[in-house]
C-alpha cells in the first residue's frame, strides 16, 4: 500500500504530516511512502532526509493523490476551513484519509467527505485508553499548545518571568494564572514553572487537582461544584450559564491579581465559555497579557479577536489560531509518531483492517461507504443510527 503525505495547505501551516524518522518503521510494516516535494521544508525536514530513509518525492499535490492509497495529512477538509475543499476532486472512492477533520464542525462538510467515497479518520476522536496513547494526536497538539502560550505570554509582558536577586534589588517573580488544567493547561503550568512564575491553576474538574499541585501550583478552589464535571473521554461537560456566571465572580479577584491569564477551557463540539469578561479584563493590571488558546472555538474571553494580538484596556489579548504551527519541528514529530502508530494498528499484513469490535478504529472511523458512520458524531448531529448499529 503507498501512503501519500500531500503538503499542508492551510495558511500559515508549516507542519507536516510524517517525518523521515518514521518511515523505516513503515517500510517494514509494506507500506511504500510518497511526499510531495517541499512538503516538510517549513518545519525543517527537507527532501533529501526524506529519500535518504526512503521516501519518494513526487513533484505535485495531485499526484500523490492519484497514487496513494492512505493520504495522511494534518489539516484535511473539515478542518482546514480555507483551502481544504480543494482536495475534495482529488480523493477517490475507496480512498483512506487520516487526519484532523473537527468531526463536531460542520455537518455539510462531513457529508460532503462521505460523498467522495472517502473511508476517513478523524484523530481527535482517538479514544483515551492506554494502548491508544500512542496515538493521542491531539494530547501531543495540546501540549505544543501550552508551551507556546507561556513564551508567548512571556514575549508580550514587560516583566521578567522568575524572581531575581541583583544589585538593583530583587524582582519578584510573575504570577500566571492558568484556567482550565487539561493537557495544555497542565503544559502551560510546568512552562511557566520552569520559567520561574507562580503559577496557579483552575478547573471545574476536582479530579486535576493533584496534577496541578504535582506541577509546583496553586490549585484554586471555588465554593462551588460542576453537575457531573468531566465525561467518560475526561472532557469537561458544559454547565449552565448561572454556573459559569458564579464561577466569573469568583475568579474575578484572581485574575485581577494576576500578570499573564491563560485559558485553555475547550468542550468538544461546544463554543468554549466564557471565563474572562471584560470587566474582568478591565480589573487587570496595565500591559498584563491573557492568551486565549480557546479563541478557535469562540474563545474564553470575551475581549478575544479570533486570529488576532489585540490591547484592549491596556491588556495584550492574544486570540491566535493554529499555534501548535508555531513550533513546526516537534509539533510534526510529534503527530508523525501518533499517526504512524495508528497507521501501524489498521495495517496487517499489507492490508487495511477495518472491521472488528476494536474501540481505536471504530471511535476513530468517521466516514466509510458514503456515510458518515460514526456514531458519536451522528448523535451529535440527531442522525438516526445507521442500520445495522446501536
Known amino acids: 500500500m503507498i501512503v501519500g503525505v500531500p503538503g499542508e495547505s492551510y495558511p500559515g501551516e508549516r507542519r507536516v504530516a510524517l517525518t523521515p524518522a518514521v518511515i523505516p518503521n513503515l517500510a517494514k510494516a509494506g507500506l511504500q511512502v510518497i511526499i510531495q516535494s517541499g512538503a516538510g521544508v517549513d518545519a525543517g525536514y527537507p527532501d533529501p532526509e526524506y529519500k535518504e530513509k526512503g521516501a519518494q518525492i513526487i513533484p505535485s499535490r495531485a499526484e500523490v493523490f492519484a497514487k496513494a492509497d492512505i493520504v495522511m495529512q494534518i489539516l484535511c477538509y473539515g478542518s482546514n476551513d480555507k483551502t481544504g475543499k480543494d482536495d475534495l476532486p482529488l480523493m477517490r472512492r475507496g480512498q483512506v484519509l487520516i487526519g484532523f477533520m473537527r468531526p463536531f464542525g460542520t455537518l455539510a462538510t462531513l457529508e460532503e467527505i462521505a460523498r467522495a467515497g472517502v473511508t476517513s479518520f478523524a484523530v481527535e476522536l482517538m479514544p483515551r485508553i492506554t494502548r491508544a496513547q500512542g496515538m493521542d494526536a491531539l494530547s501531543s497538539m495540546s501540549t505544543i499548545c501550552g508551551y507556546k502560550a507561556v513564551l508567548m505570554a512571556a514575549q508580550e509582558l514587560p516583566r521578567m518571568f522568575p524572581m531575581l536577586t541583583t544589585a538593583a534589588g530583587t524582582i519578584t517573580p510573575a504570577r500566571v494564572l492558568v484556567i482550565g488544567a487539561g493537557v495544555a493547561g497542565l503544559q502551560a503550568i510546568a512552562t511557566a514553572r520552569r520559567l520561574g512564575a507562580v503559577a496557579m491553576a483552575y478547573d471545574l474538574r476536582p479530579a486535576v487537582k493533584e496534577q496541578v499541585l504535582s506541577l509546583g501550583a496553586r490549585f484554586i478552589e471555588l465554593p462551588i461544584q460542576a453537575d457531573d464535571a468531566q465525561d467518560v473521554r475526561g472532557y469537561a461537560r458544559p454547565q449552565d450559564e448561572e454556573f459559569y456566571g458564579k464561577q466569573r465572580e469568583l475568579l474575578a479577584r484572581v485574575v485581577a491579581e494576576s500578570d499573564v491569564v ?37 474563545g474564553n474571553c470575551e475581549c478575544t479577536v479570533g486570529g488576532a494580538i489585540v490591547l484592549k484596556h491596556g491588556v495584550t489579548i492574544i486570540g491566535l489560531f493554529n499555534v501548535a504551527s ?12 501518533n499517526v504512524s502508530a495508528f497507521l501501524l494498528h489498521l495495517v496487517k499484513g499489507g492490508k487495511m483492517s477495518l472491521e472488528g469490535m476494536d474501540p481505536i478504529v471504530n471511535e476513530t472511523l468517521l466516514t466509510r461507504d458514503g456515510e458518515v458512520v460514526n456514531a458519536l458524531v451522528r448523535r451529535f448531529f440527531s442522525l438516526p443510527d445507521l442500520p445495522g448499529k446501536p
Open 326 to 337: 508555531m513550533v513546526p519541528y516537534h509539533a510534526s514529530h510529534m503527530y508523525a509518531r
Open 262 to 298: 491563560i485559558t485553555a477551557a475547550v468542550i468538544p463540539g461546544k463554543r468554549s465559555p466564557i471565563l474572562v469578561t471584560e470587566e474582568m479584563v478591565k480589573s487587570m493590571a496595565p500591559r498584563s497579557v491573557i492568551v486565549d488558546l480557546a479563541a478557535e472555538r469562540g
